[in-house]
């Protein structure tokens, strides 16, 4: 069974920084496209940044400079890095994981995690 597990969220100023994490179980670390997705209250959820099997990474415009995906396969974990925290990154977040390579233009998720919330005051 497939899990996705995320962890590091919390409360920070603008300009702050987070790392969240997602711990995966149930698949080997090459087998899967992993990435990050954000809803904020009222709004859809969106893709911010995805690492497929061969490492290749994307990012959506609102967070690049800002935010890094990593993962550390001996962990079996995935990571986003944020730093220059704004109020409108503010939601949930959530790791996601699509089997073999990440669709295009962005990974279709086959499986979630529950979330973290990130909220950013002004």
């Known amino acids: 069974e497939v899990r996705l597990v995320e962890s590091g969220g919390g409360s920070v100023q603008a300009g702050g920084s987070l790392r969240l994490s997602c711990a995966t179980s149930?698949?080997?670390?090459?087998?899967?496209?992993e990435g990050w997705f954000r809803q904020a209250p009222g709004q859809e959820r969106e893709g911010l940044a995805s690492i497929d099997r061969d490492g290749t990474i994307k990012y959506t415009d609102s967070v690049k400079g800002r935010f890094a995906i990593s993962k550390d396969n001996a962990k079996s974990t995935l990571y986003l890095d944020m730093n220059d925290l704004k109020p409108e990154d503010s939601g949930t977040y959530y790791c996601?994981?699509?089997?073999?390579?990440?669709?295009?233009?962005?990974?279709?998720?086959?499986?979630w995690g529950q979330g973290t919330q990130v909220t950013v005051a002004a």
């Open positions: 149930g698949y080997a670390y090459d087998t899967y496209c």
């Open positions: 996601a994981a699509e089997a073999l390579y990440c669709s295009d233009p962005f990974l279709l998720p086959d499986h």
